[in-house]
């Protein structure tokens, strides 16, 4: 199993060191009171919802297996998705993103995805034991 999350998890990785490129150029963009400020509070506000949300339905579950959180959000067919029409909108969107508000929508998406799903695979076994769920193979 290790050899599917494996490259999964590298894959988000390199996906949290683009969207940080992103995230510069947008920070450099906007004044750090209030645009960036505001721009930052988003971003980790969904990251977090990202990472908590999907946990709470799992909280009711007596077993879990070993891979189950992080192919749950590394092998997410929506947040691809998301990504994907994320890089797609930054990349060909230069029409789209004329406006000021939506500059930042995809270092957020992108951000959100990558770092949400890195944050549950290495509390995931902390997840587990704080939660009393057990671990199956």
Same mark, same amino acid.
């Not at 230069?94 to 949400?116: A, E, R």
């Given at each position: ?35 960036? $400020? ?6 980790? &506000? @969904?990251?977090? *919802?990202?990472?908590?949300? !999907? ?33 797609? $909108? ?6 789209? &993103? @004329?406006?000021? *508000?939506?500059?930042?929508? !995809? ?31």
């Amino acid at each position: 199993m290790g050899l599917i999350v494996g490259p999964l998890i590298l894959f988000w990785i390199l996906v949290g060191i683009y969207s940080l490129t992103i995230g510069y150029d947008v920070f450099s963009y906007y004044s750090f009171f209030p645009g960036g $400020i505001v721009i930052g509070f988003v971003t980790l &506000l @969904s990251v977090n *919802f990202y990472f908590v949300l !999907p946990l709470e339905f799992l909280k009711k579950k007596k077993t879990l297996g070993a891979f189950e959180i992080p192919l749950m959000y590394f092998a997410n067919k929506f947040a691809f998705m998301c990504f994907l029409a994320a890089i797609l $909108i930054h990349w060909y969107g230069s029409g789209f &993103l @004329s406006n000021d *508000f939506f500059k930042p929508i !995809p270092f957020i998406v992108m951000f959100t995805i990558s770092f949400g799903g890195i944050m549950a695979t290495v509390n995931a076994d902390t997840f587990m034991e704080e939660n009393n769920i057990t671990k199956t193979f």
